[in-house]
């Protein structure tokens, strides 16, 4: 007999070779000095892999970054995000002061879209009041161009083909410029037709408007005439008035785009899962096989043993959910991480849903939305979690 | 129809510890185990299920090694396991468990793919057919994988575990230089 390869010594000592291979092994092993030396090689391999193995074990869970649940850090996110909606609203703020304190002073007249007065439509009534809602980008760009045509008052049509060009480039649809031209107060472009006419009001004007941010976003529907003349005639702006212009749009939407994280934040926590005979929370079936499969499972396991009090890491994915859920902030493909309050163990994600509730999915058990305000206390885990 | 709680109950813990000794993650590897158990849920006839779970669990960490975040991700978890040998102040038992653990990290790495899967697998008890099952091998070649995989990760070690060592003594001569 040939002497024994290293892969059939490593099948015999894993007890992958059958009854008659074993024994022509072994007597093959018996009286073969080198055999025999390359089994005890073997064993020492298998012996010394698993012990190599083993060390791979004494990994934690968390190990690599993420967001902790602490209540210190959500206060700092919170103060965070706080800090800049108290800069945005101070900035909004001086800016639209500013601008009525400005209209104020170049008169009821100047309020008025100068550009407008270029367009030839009959006057109907007396005007409700001043765009002071038009988007400041809009204002700007009109303002310079009714300035620059007021220095030449002989060019009578021809600023009029000027500003719908102007229009069309400032990338607004033409269907869009026609709608605003239409709902244009018209009589207050006869009465702001004489103060375009000095040019040295318009330049003014112009100054006023130049500072303002040049992002174009027109609000989707403005406000009613008396909720301008209000915030004309007021000069304590209240917030839900203010934030309306292309510029302040622009600036809400970064916030937004920071604000998922504190959101996840502030929504993380720990929440009890309601038993069936609960009223809390509403737990509904999840759609997908797993749920049908997991009930299935629930029915047998009522016959099975009970499990035991310190619940097995297993446990957490039994079709009947752990008491408690802790929802962390490590995101995860699908959603945050959901784990057993008790076990630690990641047994699910979640999402938000809304601003005060959240649906998680635990797999088998099923799909379930909390709101915030059923949030419970954290056990005090492990803390070398 | 499988019974869903016997098969989390069977093959749960060795399924997570054979992905997190082949991940360096345990959340990971957990996320990995809900991935592959809501596989079989969904599949109606599951045959040899040990070896499938462990085939799929393995197919899903092929996947998700291509993905470049987690690349960069376990890179990041290496590098951390890699700081642990600077952190003098740490009590000794868990600067050598870091060590070790670390050790075997870079020891397990350097195995190829299917070397590294197959002593895995073996090492959470699935037999020669399971094997040859999860990862398409041909059941000859089983007990050659295995005992290649051993012998590398063996000498792998070793090595890793002599170059620290010199390297320490180099610096403790070194410093030891710089004093006197």
């Known amino acids: 007999m040939n002497h024994l390869d290293e892969g059939t010594i490593h099948a015999w000592l894993d007890g992958a070779v059958d009854a008659t291979r074993v024994r022509e092994i072994e007597a093959h092993v018996a009286q073969c000095s080198s055999c025999s030396a390359t089994v005890a090689e073997a064993r020492g391999l298998i012996a010394g892999s698993s012990r190599i193995l083993n060390a791979l074990d004494d990994v934690p869970a968390g190990v690599t970054p993420k967001r902790a649940v602490a209540p210190k850090r959500q206060w700092r996110a919170s103060r965070w995000v706080t800090s800049i909606a108290a800069a945005l609203v101070l900035a909004i703020g001086i800016t639209t002061w500013n601008r009525g304190a400005v209209q104020d002073q170049l008169g009821p007249s100047m309020t008025a879209n100068p550009v407008l007065d270029r367009v030839q439509v009959p006057a109907v009534q007396p005007p409700p009041l001043a765009s002071a809602t038009q988007p400041a980008a809009e204002t700007t760009m009109k303002a310079s161009i009714s300035a620059d045509n007021a220095r030449k008052p002989e060019a009578s049509q021809a600023p009029a083909r000027r500003d719908a060009d102007v229009v069309k480039q400032s990338r607004v649809t033409p269907k869009l410029a026609k709608t605003r031209v239409a709902k244009q107060p018209l009589a207050d472009v006869g009465r702001a037709a004489g103060a375009v006419s000095d040019s040295s009001r318009a330049d003014a004007f112009a100054a006023v408007a130049a500072p303002l941010p040049a992002a174009a976003a027109p609000s989707a529907s403005p406000p009613p005439a008396e909720t301008r003349l209000r915030r004309l005639g007021d000069r304590q702006v209240q917030l839900s008035e203010v934030v309306v212009t292309g510029a302040s749009a622009k600036r809400a939407g970064a916030l937004n785009q920071a604000a998922p994280m504190s959101e996840m934040d502030r929504l993380a926590g720990c929440y009890r899962v309601p038993r069936p005979s609960g009223a809390g929370a509403v737990m509904r079936e999840a759609a997908s096989a797993a749920a049908n499969v997991a009930a299935e499972a629930k029915r047998t396991s009522s016959r099975a043993a009970p499990a035991p009090a310190r619940a097995p890491v297993a446990a957490d994915f039994a079709p009947q959910p752990p008491a408690l859920l802790r929802l962390d902030t490590l995101r995860r493909p699908l959603g945050f991480a959901v784990r057993s309050a008790t076990s630690d163990s990641t047994i699910g994600w979640w999402n938000r849903v809304g601003s005060d509730s959240v649906q998680v999915d635990l797999l088998a058990a099923g799909v379930f939305s909390f709101a915030t305000k059923d949030r419970v206390n954290c056990p005090i885990t492990n803390p070398e979690r | ?180």
Not at chain 2, 20 to 44: I, N, P, S, Y
Not at chain 2, 111 to 117: C, I
Not at chain 2, 160 to 167: A, D, F, I, N, S
């Open chain 2, 1 to 180: 129809m499988t019974d869903v709680e016997r098969l989390f109950r069977t093959y749960h813990d060795p399924l997570v510890r054979y992905l997190t000794r082949r991940l360096g993650d345990r959340d990971w590897a957990e996320e990995v185990a809900q991935e592959t158990f809501v596989r079989a849920l969904r599949q109606k006839d599951l045959q040899n299920e040990r070896a499938w779970l462990f085939a799929v669990a393995t197919n899903l960490v092929r996947d998700e090694a291509r993905k470049d975040t987690r690349r960069r991700r376990h890179l990041e978890l290496l590098r951390e396991e890699s700081k642990t040998d600077a952190f003098v102040e740490q009590p000794i038992t868990d600067l050598e468990r870091a060590q070790e653990r670390a050790l075997a990290r870079k020891a397990i790495d350097a195995l190829t793919e299917r070397d590294r899967e197959a002593l895995l697998m073996r090492e959470e008890g699935l037999d020669y057919n399971e094997i040859a099952e999860a990862l398409q091998l041909s059941l000859a070649s089983v007990g050659t994988t295995l005992s290649r995989a051993r012998r590398r990760l063996v000498e792998a070690y070793e090595e890793l575990r002599k170059v620290g060592e010199g390297r320490r003594a180099g610096g403790e001569g070194g410093g030891g230089g710089r004093g006197s």
